[in-house]
């Protein structure tokens, strides 16, 4: 009996020293993992957790407001292709499903939703990308998705998210039980030296005024976890107004209150989708 300790004990010890089955990973890092390892060695599963701890990779989409190139503020007077005088007083709208396109010329979609204000003369929508990816082009919409655009399915959202009752507060169509993907409104005045007082109002809404806008890099960019890359981009108003030929030009003082999928709101959400550029 007391040969065998020994071999009893050197037992226990190589027991003790065995490679477990594998690893698996928590929120607090690798662990050994006897019963149901997701993991056969520590390098796979440390790789995994390193990824997992990282912070999404944010692209922020900064814009600008400007008016034939010129920089401008809510509130500022400018001239459009009729000679009207005319002062944007209000500009706000949906950007969402901010995308990237990768190298291989798949778009990778952030599924995000923003409201943007532009209370003085800018606004920021940002997208969030849970893996490192080398881009080339950027693309996002204005509007809302159609699967989104109900406010009733929207009511028990929380107060910070932009479609939530609170967040999308004077940008919802209660009668269609939609959201304005845009509202642009102003006035003008409709003789040289007259009053600014003559009313516009863009209130466009429905799925069937949704626009995409893509945006081509000059080169490629690689975001990875953890980083946040800005875009400095121009929304050009008067492009909104004046589109790119004669046959899609706004007269201003004919526009009055265009709510809905009407013809003006059609045209401006389709001038407004090619008014923007990157800087």
Known sequence: MRNLMPILLALVVLSSGCDPDGYSCNSEGCYEDDSNPQ????????????EISLEPGKIVLSTELSWSGEVISIGDTAIDYLGHYVRPEKLSCF???I??????????????????????????????????LEFNALRFDVGVPSEMNS??????????DPLSVEGAAGMTWDMMDSYFFVKCEGKLAETE?????????FH???NALYRTITLDLNESIVL????????????????AIEGPSIEDNLDLSEVGHSMGPVPNAI?????????WTLK
Do not use: H
Not at 230 to 236: C, G, Q, S, V, Y
């Open 224 to 239: 990875n976890q953890d980083e946040t890359i800005e875009f400095m981009l121009d929304l050009d108003l008067r492009k």
């Open 151 to 160: 406010m009733s399915l929207n009511t028990s959202l929380p107060s910070d």
């Open 193 to 201: 030296g007259g009053l600014i007082e003559t009313p516009f109002i």
């Open 267 to 275: 045209q401006f959400v389709d001038n407004f989708s090619v008014s």
């Open 204 to 206: 466009p809404a429905s």
């Open 39 to 50: 993991y056969q060695t520590l390098d796979d599963c440390n790789s995994f957790c390193n």
């Open 99 to 132: 995308s990237l396109r990768n190298l291989s010329d798949e778009w990778i979609n952030s599924e995000s939703i923003s409201r943007l204000d532009f209370i003085t003369n800018s606004a920021s929508a940002k997208g969030e990308f849970n893996s490192s």
């Open 95 to 97: 950007v969402s499903n």
